[in-house]
């Protein structure tokens, strides 16, 4: 499990696409949104939500307008806090032949559509602490 502080307004990007933001924090629940879904989910301590297929998110600690959440995810799936990219994800997705899309959707062909001029996500593999 990888453990990410976040505060409210922070994010996290898991897969180099899918979005998870935390919107609120009390002292006794957390409260996140999730792409897709027209609600935020508030879950207390210890509490978790399936985010992804083998994505769960679980919150580990809450302390002084802080959570820190726990991600359960294969080896293979990206995680990293939204300030690490380059570009944040809003960005991204709003240029033009993008190859960022929202959880659920496949880019025509399934290939890399990146041209040669445009910057290289800097999404490395490894776990973001």
């Known amino acids: 499990m990888l453990i990410l502080a976040r505060q409210r307004g922070e994010s996290i990007i898991i897969d180099g696409q899918f979005r998870v933001t935390v919107v609120a924090i009390t002292s006794q629940t957390a409260t996140i949104k ?3 879904d027209e609600q935020p989910y508030e879950l207390g301590l210890s ?3 399936p985010v992804l297929q ?6 580990s600690s ?3 307008g802080q959570v820190r959440l726990g ?3 294969p080896r293979h799936i ?3 806090r939204e300030e690490l990219l380059e ?3 809003d960005e991204r997705e709003a240029e033009p032949n993008s190859t960022v899309r929202s959880a659920g959707t496949e880019s025509p062909g399934s290939g890399s559509t990146r041209s040669a001029s445009r910057p290289k996500l800097s999404l490395n593999r490894r776990r973001a602490i």
Do not use: F, M
């Not at 083998?54 to 919150?59: C, S």
């Open 34 to 36: 999730i792409p897709g």
């Open 71 to 73: 991600i359960t995810a």
């Open 78 to 80: 990206g995680i990293v």
């Open 62 to 64: 809450i302390s002084g």
């Open 87 to 89: 570009k944040p994800l």
């Open 54 to 59: 083998d994505v769960e998110i679980q919150v």
């Open 47 to 49: 509490e978790s939500i």
